[in-house]
């Protein structure tokens, strides 16, 4: 289940997620996490006055913002519960390919300390976790925390745009990749086996999706790397 890690008081939404994908909008001088992040004044302008969180659907994208300004986005018990509520509404419903997960304030998340050392290695994970220090958008960068460094107000916009272009691929495909990619990643014991699950999971994909793949491709859509 893709919210089988969520915790009541803090948002571990990023990571854990098995079956659909989490796009996430980031902003320069974050904290060295991989969840929820910030964007500038006016890109969630729409915001409901006095929710905590706000979604909006754009076909088989939806946008989920935390909504609290005042207090930096710090996530309360109330605002953990609506994630939850508004993620798992996502994750069950067969017409939404892929969440933005979006807000105005520092993220919070436990494991960093699991998480991270794999992310970008020990010394660099270590630098990060025993000085605390904040780095910037090139450093995130180059660390392989931020997947993208865009102008200031240009955050939400783009992570939509990457939302679109991934609920546009063949989904079975694209969520068996993924899931490969976090087993071998966190849970598989040996290399051995993270190849087998890769195979395990990967053949009914190649039997229910190959034939229209290939029909596509035969036509020239997806040569040389494009895709449009």
């Not at 849970?187 to 190959?210: C, K, L, N, R, W």
């Amino acid at each position: 289940m893709a919210l089988r890690h969520f915790r009541t008081l803090t948002p571990i939404l990023s990571a854990a997620y098995q079956r659909k994908t989490i796009s996430l909008s980031i902003k320069a001088s974050l904290t060295p996490v991989k969840c929820c992040s910030t964007t500038t004044r006016g890109e969630d302008a729409g915001a409901a006055v006095g929710q905590t969180v706000v979604t909006e659907r754009r076909g088989s994208v939806v946008t989920v913002g935390i909504n609290r300004p005042e207090v930096r986005n710090a996530v309360n018990q109330e605002t953990a519960r609506r994630l939850h509520e508004e993620l798992e509404a996502f994750d069950t419903d067969p017409d939404l390919n892929v969440a933005v997960l979006y807000g105005r304030g520092v993220p919070l998340i436990d494991g960093g300390t699991v998480r991270l050392p794999r992310l970008i290695g020990l010394s660099r994970a270590l630098d990060l976790i025993l000085t605390g220090r904040p780095i910037g958008a090139q450093e995130a960068l180059a660390y392989g925390l931020a997947n993208r460094v865009v102008p200031d107000g240009q955050a939400l916009h783009t992570a939509l745009q990457l939302a679109e272009q991934i609920s546009s691929f063949p989904q079975m495909c694209l969520r068996a990749d993924r899931s490969s990619a976090m087993y071998s990643c966190y849970d598989a014991p040996s290399f051995t086996q993270a190849m087998q699950y890769e195979i395990d999971h990967g053949v009914p994909v190649i039997q229910s999706e190959s034939v229209a793949g290939a029909t596509v491709f035969a036509t020239g859509a997806g040569r040389g790397g494009k895709f449009s």
